[in-house]
Structures are given as structure tokens and as C-alpha cells.
């Protein structure tokens, strides 16, 4: 087996040398009535090239982004990732080293975790920020439970336009952690109100932005109708690239900012691995999940960096930590640093009138079209649709003219009715002009 | 005077002279570069990436639009490629040495499993595609899926999860939803955990709101049976229980601790963590296991990558598979199909662990490996890593000294009472193995021994590496002995970093750089 260097001779010698007959008896401990004798029904090794064609094979009965005219989103984005990233990120040195327990020879991972957690405070607006979440949703869940530690209250009130998933995400740990929820309604038009539901019990407002439907709105009145009550309010960015045109969430009172970091420098990969960002303000650092990264000196008085803080982590604190993460998204994180380190402060502000400038016409290109309505007044990269036959089936009847056309809510939201020919649609910077207009001619031959 | 060749260059090594410079201008050592933090390196409007500015449009961002810069440095793509690459020289990895790191298994990552996940039929699609465009991306979960249940020998599988520590929420999650059916939750509320369980047990089991109560450990180093059977009653819900365990043993009374456990109502949480010892040659479903989380970025080799990511798939018994959480995957009709909703299925889900589907790019690694490994390869991959860290413990236990009697499973462990007298710590000890080229073992975990040192060889050292590894081990440890603190109290001399002071970066934290107030390490930009 091509992976395993010990031969048949080394194997004997070490069994001499440990005194062990055979490799059975290291496993004695084994009871009996759990010892396999023979070999499970799987099949047997085989070599790179026949592995390549049997996983070749399932990869290509998959229509890739790439291939065809692209607009889904939701919580996920296609973006073009510079080749630099993804050639760094194979670089042995990141991607076969472990969690950076020894800092003396893990400076590399170290310092991009202290530049990846200064970056996602300057975009975010926020003080401090932790060295990732395993994705934009359980970095959500974790902030809600993080607001009811801070304000030693109970109960959480949501936003009906947070992405669903995201939703239920907070819904199972209140469930069983025994917290309180309150869930308004979703709100196509994007006029929600929420101040109303907060009150002395509330921890935790928690609103998306843009929010599912696309919709982009200034969140400061909500931030202090929260804080009037002594409520927090965590704001969830699902695309990382909005924050290049939108204020910060910070500037807008926000007290804990979560997001979806996989625009930058992260594929599609079907929905994970991605990276959870996760800002705070500073005076709640020692409440916040994850591993922080922090700076300090050598013994010659070198800067250098350390994983700090750790009091507030299982490995330390146990049953009392702040979260039971350990594992996070390193190289995700640095695929993420390195992407926006190349766009840099003119690069990705760019970025973000490119997507917006193409979300702008795909609205118009597509509202245009006989009995299509744009639901968004704001908008960043996405937006909503309303059209005459139920969304989910325009998606499918589109699939059929070689265009992804994006996300039918009632796939995120089945079985309520206003969802029922809405269709989420996102045009980033990969769509090209011929992009959008196949896209408008099918949906009207759908349509028609 | 130094010889002089055809073409007039000086050949002469220098060595007469007999200096070695301790400090540079620049800070640099050679090969190890002092890299500034990548915000020092601005040079205000550059980019590393090309984009035409869009024609002007008409914004449609209401009174949200951004005002004022963020403040991030601007470079182009040489320097951002530099300063990566000098970032990675000053890091340890698998692929540059024998990496030690008990509980991680830190075994080689096969590339193939890199080019396979970065194919565009995996890479470059998107969750919410509609499931007639990633058929192939559905069967690939489903054949993953496939290969746990057969190894572990239990009927359903939980993908989602997304490490092992959120398939340890999603198993005990899974096990109050069972509770609750039963309409138990309010009474079974305690949870039993051994004293040398992996921080993330009771931290998941607390965060969740159950209560800790930790078992003793027999002085051989297993779970104290008697301890734990008298610790049972009916207001345990489970007991968290890691096998092989965290000292590096099998857990041989593993069937009466299960039996024992059903009997008084519980069910039996396995962390999986160590399965690599095991996969091929045990199958927890024949030990009475109720749940288990499988780390893939252990035991099916998808790499660390500093930190993560991972991927956590927990298998289910019969009796918890009816909770697994949303969302999962079905064949019928002659296609795949992800149930994204209670409604359409069958099944009581607790619920949605993330958003999506988990983490399909470890998914795909994981399978490369499986597949390239076989059911023959997977079975000889674990014999190989027991017998590597057997023969470990056999080599090192004169000098060093191991709490346990062998066989061990894929784990050697010592506690540091070969150093006592020395005036050398584990720690120490560990620092020192920097300067000889190795990163250092698992240290001070688990905390059942003292001054704990858990080496994990992986199956993926040739034995000369393993002999070399050895043979530094024994001189460290002879020269401790000999009172040769020097060698330990500073360590590391070598490494790009001497030893940092935790202390101060816990006191005063500095997590981001501002402007004006992180230092520059070198001279030369002083
Ligand atoms: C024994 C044990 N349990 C659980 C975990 C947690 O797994 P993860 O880091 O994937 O969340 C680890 C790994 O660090 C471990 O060693």
C-alpha cells in the first residue's frame, strides 16, 4: 500500500523487539466477541489512477458554476478565487500542520491568524474578532448563546429574514439548551419590525444583512431600541463582499457581528468547509467561543504570537467553557486572509460595485420580463423575484435552457405560502453581460 | 589568504574564522525571514488583483452605503505571494517531520485527496443547486456514508457535523431528543464522563445543558467499573466515553460498561477520536455504542490545516437513528435525494446541526482515501499504527517512564517521573525536541498522569524514522538525567521563535494590529 512505509521486515523486527508474536496480541485488550477475524466487505485498495476515474465519474454528473451561466446563492457565493490562493493554501508547511499548540515552530499559522482576525474587525466595524467558526451558521448559534452569557437572559428574538438554516441552527441549541425564541414571520418586502418584540427579558436581537430576500437596510434605530432594553444586537453578514459598499455593522451599534466568510478565497465545495467570522466588541472578549490569537514576546524580545485567552476553552475549562468548539477553520481562514490581502483596501472595495453594478442590471434585465417583480428597493448582490408560476418550478424549467437561476424560498421555507414564486437571485462578478441576458430570455420562454 | 579559482571566486569555507553570527541587520537567519505583519507592508492603492471599475450605475444601497475607508493594506500579487510563503517557513507540518501530536493523528495527507476534492463537479457547486444538477455530489455522501456504517458496524450515519466536537453536540443532541420520546428529558439530566476525557466531552455535555459527574480511572489507567456502576441511576441520561481511550488503552471491559449502561436506561456516547487504532480490525457497533463521531481529519487523513477545517459524521444505533438531524440522504426512483425537511421524510429529526449539507470537500477527501486505502488497506493502517506506537513504548521505557504496562493501542504514554529530580519539566522536555527537529508530543493531557507525554507515531513513519525519533528521545532524556538543564530550560535555542510569554499575551490581550502600536520585530525596519 503505497501510503505505508513499514515493509514486512520491519514489522517483524518491531514485534521482536516489543516481544509480541504477532500484531494480535497488542490487540488482547479487544473482548473476544469484538475481534474481526477477516476483512470488512469493502472493497480493496486500489491505485491513484483507478481512484481518480471512480470519483471522476460522480464529480461529473454534477453541473458545475463554472460551466453555465450561475445566479444561486443564499448564503453561499461563486466568486473567482486568484490562483495565488489556492497554491498557497497546498503549501505542506499550512496545510499539514496541526492547531498552533506550539508557537515556537508555528509562527507562520499563527501570524495569519492575528492578520485573518484584523481583518474581520476592520470590515466588520467591530473591536475584536476570534480565529473563526466552523461556517456563518453555528458562528450564529454560538453568538446567541454568547448574548445570554453577557446579559444572564434567556430568551433570543430572530429576525424572519435570517436564512432559515441559520435559524434552525439557533432554534436546536435553545431547544436544547432550554432557552427561550422568538421567531417573527418572514417579510419579502423587507419592512420587518423588530423593536417591538424586545423587551427587559430579551438577551439578543438577531438580524441578518443583507437579509435573505436581499434586502439591505441601516440597522442603527434597531441597535438602539436593543440597547434601550439592555438587549444586544448580533447582526449576521451572509456574503463577506457586502461589507466593501455597506456600513459595518459596527458603525451601526452592533454589539456581536457573525458571518459567512466563504466568499473570499473558499469554493462552493457543495456547502463546506467554510469559515464562520466571529467580531465582538472588547469589552466582551472573555465571553466570546473560539480560539483567539494574540500578541506577545519571545524570551529575546521578538514579537511573535500565541493562541491567548484559553481560559474560556474546553481544554482548560471543561464543562465550565464558553463553547465546545476546538477544531475550527484554520486554512479556511487562510485562504480567506490571503484573498483579501491581493484585493486589498481598493481591490475589494471594488469588488463590491462590480457585484452590486451586475446585481443592478440582472433586476433590471430580469424585472423587465413579462410578469416578473422585483421585490427589493435595496439590494447588494442578490435579490428577490416574484414571478407568475411557482419558483421552484421556473428554477427546474430553467435548468432545462442551461441556466441556475438561483434559489426557490419555498425550498428554504416549504410549505408557507407567500414564498411559494418567490426566487432569491444573486449576479456576482463571474456573470458576464451574455449571462444575463440568456438568463432574461429563458425566463421568459419559461414564463411564457 | 583563500585559494583562488579560474575565474577568480574565493572557494575558501570561511570555517577559519571561526565566528558565527548571532544577530543580522536585517533580523533574518538565512532561510528563516523576519516577515512584518502583512498591514506594515501597505503601499497605499495597490492591488494584487485586476478589476475594471463598473460604468456608472445607479446604487440601489438606500441609506446603508458605506462611508470612509476600511483600512486594509494594498499590495500586489509578489508581495503577497512572499510574504505567505516566509509566513509557512516558520511552520511545522507532517509533510517536513515525524509529527507526534497524541489524540491528532497526524498522518500523511495523501495529495490525490487534494486534486480529487478540487474537482469542479465537487469544488464548484453549490448546496442549493437544484438536486437533479448535483446528483453525482449526492452519491459521493451516500458512498462516504456507506463506508462508515460498514466500519463501524452501526446502521445510519449523521454527515453533517462539521469536527469531531460538533459531532459530539449532534450525538448527545440526538440522545435527548431519544430521552424526550421517551419522555425522560426532565429526569435524566447527568451525564458520565472519565476524569481523562477530552475537554470537549463535558463541554459539549454542559452546553447542552446536562450535568457533569466524572468517573475515576483504575491506576491501569481504564475507567473504574465498580466506580462508574454505582455512579449509574435513573437520572443518567449518558455516559461519554472515548475508546480507544485518551491514556492509549482499548477500554477491554467496553461491553459490560455498555451493558451496564442500557440496563439502567443510559445510552453510550463513544468519542471517536481515536478510531485510527481500531477501523478494520473493531467495529463499535459490536461494543453496544449508541452514537460515535468520526474526526475524517483524523483517521481518513483530511489534513489539519492549522486549525481545521474537519468533518465529524457521528454513526447512530438503531435506537437513535430516528433523530438524526437534517439533513440526509436518499436513493429511490433511481436518484438522490437530500431531505431538507421533517416533512419530507420519514423520521422524528431533532433538527439542523448547520447550514447545508457538512463539509463536502473533507467528504471527498476522506472517501479518496478510503477508496485508494481498501477494506485490506484501512485494517493493515491501524495494525501498523499500533505496532509503531508499541514499539515506542517497548524502546522507551527504560529511559522514559510509562505510567501503563503495553500493549497500548495507536498512543505511547509517559509521565514525567523519569525527569524527577532533574529539575526538567515535561515542558521543557518537549521545547527540547524543537532544537533536535521534531515538533513536540501531546503534553500534560490526559491530566490523569502527571506531567503527561502522549505520543502518537501515526502508521505513516518508515522504522528508520521511528529508530531516529527514538534514539533522540533516549539522549534527551539521558542527558536530563545528567543535569544538563541548559539544554531544557531555554529551549527552544533554534526555532524561528524562542519560548513566548503566555503570560503577557493573556494580561494585556493585543488580538489585532492598530496602527502605531504593534512594533516591527527587526532592526533593520526600526
Ligand atoms: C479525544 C478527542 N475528542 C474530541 C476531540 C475534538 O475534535 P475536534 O477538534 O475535531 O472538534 C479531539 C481532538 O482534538 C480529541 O482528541
Known sequence: ?448 | MNSMNAKGRPTGTGAETGFTPHETFTGNRGLVQEEPLIFELDSPGASGVDLDEPEEFAPRLGAAARQGRIGLPGLSEPEVMRHYVRLSQKNYAIDSGLYPLGSCTMKHNPRLNEKMARLPGFGDVHPLQPQQTVQGALELIDTLAHWLKELTGMPAVAMSPKAGAHGELCGMMAIDAALRARGEEGTRKRVLVPESAHGTNPATAAQIGFTVDSIPATDDGHVDVAAFKAKLGPDVAAIMLTNPNTCGLFERDIIEIADAVHEAGGYFYCDGANFNAIAGRVRPGDLGVDAMHINLHKTFSTPHGGGGPGAGPVVLSEALAPFAPLPWIVHDKGAYRAIEHESEGTGQPFGRMTAFHGQMGMFVRALSYMLSHGADGIRQASEDAVLSANYILASLKDVMSAPYEGPCMHEALFDDSFLKGTGVETLDFAKAMIDEGYHPMTMYFPLVVHGAMLIEPTESESKDSLDLFIATLRDLAESAKRGETERFSGAPYLAPRRRLDETQAARKPILRWQHGRNEPASKAAE
Do not use: W
Open chain 1, 1 to 448: 500500500m503505497r501510503y505505508l512505509p513499514l515493509t514486512k521486515d520491519d514489522r517483524a523486527q518491531m514485534l521482536a523487539a516489543i516481544g509480541a508474536k504477532s500484531v494480535d496480541e497488542l490487540f488482547k485488550d479487544v473482548p473476544e466477541a469484538a475481534r474481526l477475524g477477516g476483512l470488512i466487505d469493502l472493497p480493496r485498495r486500489q491505485g491513484e489512477m483507478e481512484v481518480e476515474r471512480q470519483l471522476a465519474a460522480m464529480a461529473g454528473k454534477n453541473i458545475a458554476a463554472s460551466q453555465v451561466p450561475f445566479f444561486v446563492g443564499a448564503g453561499a457565493y461563486k466568486h473567482h478565487i486568484p490562483a495565488t490562493v489556492d497554491h498557497l493554501i497546498q503549501r505542506s508547511e499550512f496545510l499539514t500542520s496541526y492547531t498552533p499548540y506550539q508557537p515556537e515552530i508555528t509562527q507562520g499559522t499563527l501570524q495569519y491568524l492575528f492578520e485573518f482576525q484584523t481583518q474581520v474587525a476592520l470590515l466588520t466595524g467591530m473591536e475584536v474578532a476570534n480565529a473563526s467558526m466552523y461556517d456563518g451558521s453555528t458562528a450564529c448559534g454560538e453568538a446567541v448563546l454568547m448574548a445570554h452569557r453577557v446579559t444572564k437572559r434567556k430568551k433570543a428574538v430572530l429576525s424572519g429574514n435570517l436564512h432559515p438554516h441559520y435559524q434552525d441552527v439557533v432554534a436546536n441549541l435553545s431547544d436544547f439548551g432550554s432557552y427561550k425564541l422568538v421567531t417573527e414571520p418572514p417579510c419579502p418586502k423587507g419592512t420587518e419590525g423588530l423593536a417591538g418584540e424586545i423587551d427587559e427579558e430579551t438577551s439578543c436581537v438577531v438580524v441578518q444583512n443583507p437579509d435573505v430576500f436581499g434586502h439591505v437596510r441601516d440597522l442603527s434605530a434597531l441597535a438602539e431600541a436593543a440597547h434601550a432594553k439592555g438587549a444586544l444586537m448580533i447582526v449576521v453578514v451572509p456574503e463577506i463582499v457586502s461589507l466593501g459598499l455597506i456600513t459595518p455593522p459596527g458603525e451601526m451599534g452592533a454589539d456581536i457581528v457573525v458571518g459567512e466568510g466563504q466568499s473570499l478565497g473558499n469554493g462552493l465545495n457543495f456547502g463546506g468547509p467554510y469559515v464562520g467570522l466571529f467580531a465582538a466588541k472588547q469589552k466582551f472578549v472573555r465571553q466570546m467561543p473560539g480560539r483567539l490569537c494574540g500578541e506577545t514576546v519571545d524570551a529575546e524580545g521578538k514579537r511573535g504570537f500565541v493562541l491567548t485567552l484559553s481560559t474560556r476553552e474546553q481544554h482548560i475549562r471543561r464543562e465550565k467553557a464558553t463553547s465546545n468548539i476546538c477544531t475550527n477553520s484554520g486554512l479556511c481562514c487562510l485562504a480567506f486572509t490571503i484573498h483579501l490581502s491581493l484585493l486589498g483596501e481598493e481591490g475589494y472595495t471594488r469588488l463590491a460595485r462590480i457585484n452590486h453594478a451586475n446585481a443592478v442590471k440582472l433586476a433590471d434585465a430580469l424585472g423587465a420580463v413579462p410578469g416578473v417583480k422585483v421585490m427589493n428597493e435595496t439590494f447588494f448582490n442578490e435579490f428577490t423575484i416574484e414571478t407568475p408560476k411557482p419558483g421552484a418550478e421556473v428554477i427546474d424549467a430553467l435548468v432545462e435552457k442551461g441556466v441556475l437561476g438561483g434559489v426557490p424560498l419555498s425550498r428554504l421555507m416549504p410549505g408557507n405560502d407567500a414564498m411559494k414564486n418567490l426566487i432569491a437571485v444573486a449576479s456576482t462578478e463571474v456573470n458576464s453581460d451574455q449571462d444575463r441576458a440568456a438568463y432574461a430570455r429563458a425566463l421568459k420562454e419559461v414564463l411564457a
